[in-house]
């Protein structure tokens, strides 16, 4: 495979071994190999987690996420205690309004205005005091409304024999203004009761026409299998953040051990190392290693995304009193299932990639030349990444289902599938079984690869050269 | 028994790199292993240690196939120098240890004696990339040998150390010698070989070209050295005329000469009287390998390298 066009004598040293030095396999070092790998895990996994640049993107990361996470209860918070109390003023010069008198129409007006918007606890000041009046001299007012002390003012009339008319003051800025609509909902309820009053109907017969229709919904979509919609939401929400978690991870971890080879190469420590251990022990202990610091610390991650979340009820609770539904995190038996496929294919696709980065890594001299070294890889993890976007709109098409079959793009396309409920369960199975076998073609290719690769200082090997490599025994 | 290499031959691609090379090492010894640069040496060392195969031939130890040997009956230093540099010393020391088949508490043991012994334990929780060159190169040793090794392969063990540092692993060596350990090393300081070594291969090209104890190798150059001072001729250009004896250098503080061995030195003496000499220094010496290096390895470069070097003149023009 190798091939020289070079003379011998002229050729330095250093280049004349760069060709196809081999490390040789099934050395006595193999004796050892369940201890030799244990140790380099070890000391991968130590390295990792206490390398300071690792630290600190953890620390910061997690700072994100918590703060990330507590954005919802904050705002909240906020709004309820900066939200000023607006005075309103009901000057009723209408009479008798729905069969309400002043005192029952500001009780009216309290009990919907306020309840209108949630989120409030007891403790806090309703948004809205109302105060009904019954005066012809609202020019006096309307001073109150223009100098601001007096938020709203609205005025009921009722020409005689016709329905109420409102008249709304205010001095706010019309765009802002969110009380003209709390306001004219409260104002039309109101008129549909005057009116019902009018024709002579009892309060009850009046709340009937209130009550709400039965009405449920049911998807027959194919492949959603009956979920609920909050399901199918949550199946959404968990396979967008899902594919982005394993592409980052997946591939940030790769890099790593990409790095991490090529580090020992460019150290030379290699040259010991190949006489203490096997390239394949290498090759194993640094990518479970790096792996297992990679875990660690998305599961760190994960979980304190989660705690934060889960802990928020009670702080809420105790900041805003009652919980408001839009809020609150639903973890539904389907969430878990899927947060376990996710991790099954982080692993997976980890080990996949990893291999292939840890042999791409063992063809550079230097650490700085990995980046254009994994640039292949970069692509072909790339293509995965989209295609689960992509596809996230047409789950169902058979080029969608074909490519989640690949290996290297199965762990984000099948993720997107499974998120969106395209995927049975005997598919997951099938991808898996496809992947695990995958990781150990790729590893015993890598292998090969790096076992020539961790002795050789000189030109990269062509494509061509690498099968060549990957061939010979 | 020793060590064994017969016969073995290695090609890279159609690069043939190690051509027919014997040696033998023996047990316990000290042995040196020279050649110029690009001779096969680092290429040899790694077949020795079974991290590449040759193509064909044998590298036994004590009988047994090399390829049997377990791995931590061997060290190895090799000649780039390579060590984790942003990690602490004791911990890639004592992963390296264990590594290669110690435990961790036997290796602390070890890792504690060691670095007393060449008076670095402050350095126990220093990088290695904080060290100077010649602590690093200390602790580049102290990793080949902490997990006691039966056989010590060394390329270059002595290059960039200063004379304090180079003494200090001059004792490591002649320690590890009196534990019965077996030391292979190369080198480029002669004197080293001469001082430490019993036995040598000269290799060049993947050939041997010379073999045996250090003693032997001397005396087959079939010459002796003669060193002469004379206070009141520092030039002593009477010399050159004289038949048999050739001046290979003019010193300060000798004239350095080769004679052939059936000439009788007194006839370099009586020379120097009758040319009204007066002799502070005289002495018959055999050539130093140094000597021999230069004049073998020299010649054979020389020949095979001439095209080379035409065209690399003819590019500087």
Known sequence: ?473 | MGLTVEHIEKSFGQLHVIKDLSMEVKEGSIFGFLGANGAGKTTTMRMILDIIRPDSGSITWNGKDMRDIPRHNLGYLPEERGLYPKVEVQEQLLFLARLNGLSKTAAIEQLDEWLERFEIPQYRNIKVEELSKGNQQKIQFLATILHDPLILIMDEPFSGLDPVNANILKDAFLEMHSRGKTIIFSTHQLEQVEELCEDVVIIDKGQTIIRGSVREVKRQQGRNVARLKLDNDSEALWLDALEGVQVTKRRQDYIEMQIQSNLNPNLIVEEALRHGAIISRFELTEPSLTDIFIERVGKATLQDASPAIATQAGGMK
């Open chain 1, 1 to 473: 495979m190798a091939r020289n066009t070079v003379t011998p004598s002229e050729k330095p040293r250093t280049e004349q071994e760069t060709e196809a030095v081999a490390v040789s396999l099934a050395r006595s070092g193999n004796q050892n190999n369940l201890r030799n790998i244990g140790l380099i895990i070890e000391r991968e996994f130590k390295n990792r987690v206490t390398q300071r640049s690792f630290k600190i993107s953890t620390a910061i990361i997690l700072i994100l996420i918590i703060i990330g996470s507590f954005v919802p209860t904050i705002v909240a918070y906020i709004s309820s205690i900066s939200n000023s109390q607006t005075k309103v003023v009901v000057v009723n010069n209408a009479g008798t309004v729905a069969g309400m008198n002043n005192i029952a129409l500001q009780q009216y007006f309290n009990a919907t205005l306020n309840a209108a918007t949630p989120g409030q606890s007891a403790s806090t000041k309703p948004p809205y005091l109302i105060n009904t009046v019954t005066t012809d001299a609202i020019s006096n007012l309307q001073k109150q409304v223009k100098d601001g002390s007096t938020g709203v003012l609205l005025v009921l009339n009722r020409p005689p024999g016709q329905e109420v008319q409102y008249t709304y003051y205010t001095n706010a800025d019309p765009v802002r203004d969110s009380n003209v609509s709390n306001v004219q909902g409260v104002a039309a309820q109101l008129t549909i009761l005057d009116r019902a009053s009018r024709l002579g109907l009892t309060p009850e017969q009046t709340s009937k026409l209130f009550t709400q229709p039965q009405f449920s919904t049911v998807n027959v979509g194919q492949s959603q299998n009956n979920r609920s919609v909050s399901d199918i939401v949550a199946g959404y929400i968990l396979a967008y953040a899902g594919i982005i978690l394993i592409f980052m991870s997946v591939y940030l971890y790769g890099v790593t051990v990409a790095n991490g080879v090529a580090e020992e190469k460019g150290s030379r420590i290699m040259e010991i190392l190949v006489n203490a251990a096997t390239p394949f022990q290498l090759m194993t202990g640094k990518i479970i290693g790096i792996g297992a610091a990679g875990l660690a610390q998305m599961t760190a991650f994960v979980i304190v995304g989660i705690s934060a979340l889960l802990i928020q009820n009670p702080i809420k609770e105790a900041l805003i009193g009652n919980n408001s539904a839009a809020l609150n995190l639903n973890i539904t038996g389907n969430s878990i299932t899927l947060l376990l496929i996710l991790l099954v294919y982080f692993i997976l696709g980890f080990l996949l990639y990893a291999t292939l980065f840890a042999a791409m890594g063992a063809l550079v001299k230097r650490q700085d030349e990995v980046q254009n070294a994994i640039q292949p890889l970069t692509w072909l993890f790339m293509i995965g990444y989209f295609v689960s976007f992509f596809g996230i709109y047409n789950p169902d098409a058979t080029w969608v289902k074909v490519v989640s079959y690949i290996p290297f793009w199965t762990p984000t396309t099948m993720l997107m599938r499974i998120g969106v409920g395209s995927a049975t369960w005997w598919e997951i199975l099938l991808t898996i079984v496809i992947m695990i076998v995958s990781i150990f073609v790729c590893a015993i290719f890598a292998a090969r690869i790096y076992r020539y690769g961790v002795l050789m200082y000189g030109q990269k090997p062509s494509m061509r050269q690498l099968f060549k490599i990957a061939r010979m025994k």
